[in-house]
């Protein structure tokens, strides 16, 4: 690991594979995990949303960490998602995460009570302290409901041993704000819908659900965008915006559907964790944009 080691590219936000009865189920994912090394992308994002870490107890997040350390064997950079209700599960995770030998730690903001700015400040700050790996930030104010104003992000930013930040916030102007104001630091795209975007206001990469599905497609659009060829980023965009469309209108909660998705490619990960419910509408028209754009 480097003291400040690149999160640009293309990074998977790992799904959690669970058996018929809930229980955490790592091997199922090692198939995907092998075919995505093989793709070419650059790291996995484990215990995020789309890893429901937050519906699984400290001890199954920390095993699954320790899983996908194992398999992807140093081929691609590991970032590990460690937020948590209370600071000591965070510190307990990020530690964790370093003794697996991951690259980088993340969190969200602490959420569910109404919390000050202030205490989020000083949340990523002691986090950012006891830490043994850089913390990336993770702005999700569409889930935590805590949206953090411009001047507190920068302030955030600018703590030793952060190193940028999961922007996922339909807010490019904010990005744009950061990305000006604090030199150096590294801001990743959440919204799948808009890394076109996102990489044009000079983020450096990307990580989203949809990735699971369509790594490839998303591959060329990051390379497409890097080597100035616009309208042919903005065609793939077009092409995974479809299936997005078409997964949000079948699926309330995106990772049902992701798991579904998955399924539908060949690779069976069990289904999203209660409360979640299975996905039982027509999905006619979403197996058939997925198989036409996904094709893992």
Known sequence: MTSNPKIDGIHIPLVTPFDEQGNLAPDRILPLIERHIDHGVRGFYVGGSSGEGFLQSISERIEYLQFVAQAAKQQV??????????????????????????????????FYFNYTEQETISYYRELSERSPLPVLLYNTPGSTGKSLSIEAQIELLRLPGVIGSKHTDFNFFSAERLIRAVEGTQIVNGPDEMLVGGLAMGMVGGIGSTYNLMPRKY????HYVSNGELEKARQIQAEVNDVIYELLCISPGV?????????ILGYDVGEARKPFQPICGDTTKFEKLLTDCGSL
């Open 255 to 263: 990772v049902p559907g992701i798991k579904l998705g998955l399924k």
């Open 219 to 222: 591959l060329d659009l990051y």
């Open 77 to 110: 950079v590991l970032i590990a998602q460690v937020g948590a209700m209370s600071s000591q599960d965070a510190w307990t995770l990020s530690k964790a995460a370093a003794d697996c030998g991951y690259d980088i730690v993340s969190s969200t903001p602490p």
